[in-house]
């Protein structure tokens, strides 16, 4: 994997707990922070999918005309249309 050098200022205690965990892991800092950056980014994604669901699953309650099995596979449908564009997004 190619890297990117680049500054961020951080909390000096944040700072110091990555030292730590690096040291006892035996990673470099640099690991610790790409790790917990990637971990916050996953978590982001999941709330940005969760969202995208409550929106659809809003949409699909205006929709009164259409019985619970219909509006669950029209539900499903739509997280796999999602999930699918996201993945697409994705850096290869």
Same mark, same amino acid.
């Given at each position: $994997?190619?890297?990117?050098?680049?500054?961020?200022?951080?909390? *000096?205690?944040?700072?110091?707990?990555?030292?730590? #965990?690096?040291?006892? +892991?035996?990673?470099?800092?640099? +690991?610790?922070?790409?790790?917990? #950056?990637?971990?916050?980014?996953?978590? &982001?994604?999941?709330?940005?999918?969760?969202?995208? !669901?409550?929106?659809? $699953?809003?949409? !699909? &309650?205006?929709?009164?005309? $259409?019985?619970?099995?219909?509006? $669950?596979? !029209?539900?499903?449908?739509?997280? +796999?249309?999602?999930?699918?564009?996201?993945?697409?997004?994705? *850096?290869?």
């Amino acid at each position: $994997m190619i890297r990117q050098k680049t500054t961020v200022y951080l909390d *000096p205690e944040v700072l110091t707990a990555a030292k730590v #965990l690096g040291a006892a +892991r035996g990673q470099s800092e640099s +690991r610790v922070v790409e790790d917990a #950056l990637r971990s916050y980014l996953r978590s &982001a994604e999941s709330e940005a999918a969760r969202e995208d !669901l409550r929106r659809l $699953m809003e949409r !699909l &309650a205006a929709r009164a005309d $259409m019985d619970e099995d219909t509006a $669950m596979a !029209l539900a499903v449908e739509e997280v +796999r249309s999602v999930r699918a564009a996201r993945r697409a997004r994705r *850096p290869a």
